[in-house]
């Protein structure tokens, strides 16, 4: 899995919120640098805004992304 998290200078999360680690999450990067955060709940449910205002604290159809790689 990539990790998602970015921090800022003094070493704190950046106010993303759940989006940074989310299974439905897809990181959109514009041709001018900008890093947008796609919900692709949003495609199935519009409920879920398609590119939510950051940081996102509290969500129904959060779902940590499942880790990838050996743990052994």
């Not at 998290?5 to 106010?15: H, S, Y």
């Not at 939510?52 to 129904?60: D, E, G, M, Q, T």
């Amino acid at each position: 899995m990539t990790d998602r998290t970015e921090f800022n200078f003094n070493g704190l999360r950046d106010p993303i919120g759940l989006c940074a680690d989310c299974a439905h999450t897809r990181v959109v990067q514009s041709a001018h640098g900008s890093t947008f955060y796609l919900c692709r709940l949003a495609e199935v449910d519009p409920h879920f805004a398609r590119y939510p205002r950051l940081p996102v604290l509290r969500c129904a159809g959060y779902e940590p992304a499942a880790e990838t790689g050996d743990e052994a």
